[in-house]
DNA sequence: TGCCCTACCTAATGTCATTAGACATATTGG
DNA sequence: CCAATATGTCTAATGACATTAGGTAGGGCA
């Protein structure tokens, strides 16, 4: 006994990751992570600290990937159209990674945790900059913002849960919603230009 | 000992509700509740299945009461004026009830709790009323209001989760987004009219 | 008055997170 | 090449919680 398997941090969190897209994010226990890494529940307090660590951990990891993909699809476009491609991007994510996703929505407030905070506000980074360059006016980039981002997280969240139930095409709604989005952001161009 | 208290479903649900408002959903343990009633956990289970059962109440209330504030929202104005008095009227509740608004969030799928699934989707029939009242084509209505339901979640969502981070007033980024959301809806009667 | 059903109880079990403390293996300095 | 240390794992024990089983008191009704 006591073998050494040599783990680490990054190990552990993505074991972790990998069952909460699998099972789902309720099914990220220690237990369960232990058991699919094939050591002891309480061997894991070596690599993070307990289950609320694990899960800040997990935070971070999906506001990096969601934010690396965002930031991928935002560049080789620009203004509006790389804003379209950061919206289909931000949903492929969350349907990519259900679990994942989810840990990055966990609540964070401002002051509590600045590492996880200022991770989860880069992530999005890509939505102000495209909204900058599509000529929207400093003053309303960041309410524009909150609209996409709202209104993306809130698709993908409803989709998830099934809150979709009526036959009519999910994908055909999304394209609706981004070019009702697109719509908004090209008039405020127009309206102060 | 074994004294009456006289307590039924409703009064448990009730008080699950409020206390997950008061202290979030995740305070919501069978334990606790019991606590607040005076009376001992396992007495639960003579009114509701559990904590998934309880839950389960907790949504339906939810969604009922949701249901209920944007019905009386919707009633008094008509089309598109009426579709702002939901808008608000489901931001006034999120607000009111954060932990009992995530509770009608649960994925619920289609087949597998219909009773639920409906409440579900009678809360936010005033929006499809609304958006048929305001003169959108009855093909384009279904992913129209998929696209307002998102983004009044997403926001409420964000909102509670403190992803709003920056100075920016958070009303004024709901009027932009309630804006945005009453522009498309008009441009879509606009253009099939 | 006696019966029963309802709403409560205690006792016991299992799962999970967590802490404390032991131990084997790898690494490093002499 | 060996001793000291660091690291990654373990077992044991505790405590919170959900849940099941089975007992009991007290109100409503024949």
Redesign the pocket.
């Known amino acids: 006994?006591?073998?050494?398997?040599?783990?680490?941090r990054q190990d552990v969190v993505a074991a972790a990751a990998a069952l909460a897209d699998a099972a789902g994010s309720e099914a990220v226990?220690?237990?369960?992570v232990?058991n699919v890494l094939?050591?002891?529940?309480?061997?894991l307090?070596?690599?993070v600290s307990?289950?609320?660590g694990l899960k800040r951990e997990m935070a971070l990891l999906a506001a990096s990937r969601l934010g690396e993909s965002l930031a991928a699809a935002a560049s080789g476009a620009e203004g509006i159209a790389s804003l379209r491609r950061i919206c289909a991007a931000y949903r492929t994510f969350a349907v990519a990674h259900p679990g994942l996703y989810g840990m990055a929505q966990r609540a964070v407030a401002p002051g509590e945790d600045d590492e996880l905070y200022d991770e989860l506000a880069a992530a999005v980074w890509p939505v102000l900059a495209a909204l900058a360059e599509a000529g929207v006016p400093e003053a309303r980039r960041v309410h524009l913002a909150r609209s996409v981002r709202s209104a993306l997280h809130g698709f993908v969240q409803l989709e998830q849960g099934g809150g979709f139930g009526m036959p009519e095409s999910v994908d055909e709604s999304f394209h609706e919603l981004v070019d009702l989005l697109m719509a908004g952001v090209a008039s405020v161009r127009r309206e102060e230009g």
């Open positions: 006994m006591a073998r050494k398997v040599g783990l680490d226990t220690l237990t369960a232990a094939g050591i002891r529940p309480p061997s307090y070596a690599h307990g289950l609320p």
